[in-house]
């Protein structure tokens, strides 16, 4: 990061240059339940965990759109539950 800087000041400042128009998404190997309502005031649109599985990326990538992920994961069979 930025010196003398944290994350959600960053995204204030990316904010001031970019506007309201483009979705920010914070990927975080830590539990950000403790900021996501700060985080959330700065401009963030979205949070992705680490390990990054590809389901969880889709979603969080549709997710600011108000879209459905192009590709569900698929329902097993329920003779293969068996």
Do not use: H
């Not at 403790?34 to 389901?55: H, M, N, Q, Y």
């Amino acid at each position: 990061l930025i010196p003398d800087m944290n994350g959600i000041e960053v995204v204030r400042q990316i904010r001031k240059v970019i506007g309201k128009s483009c979705p920010i998404i914070i990927l975080t190997a830590y539990d950000w339940t403790d900021i996501e309502e700060e985080a959330r005031a700065a401009g963030v649109t979205a949070f992705c965990e680490k390990p990054l599985f590809l389901s969880e990326l889709r979603r969080v990538l549709a997710e600011p759109y108000g879209a459905e992920p192009a590709c569900k994961p698929a329902q097993p069979d329920a003779s293969e539950l068996k």
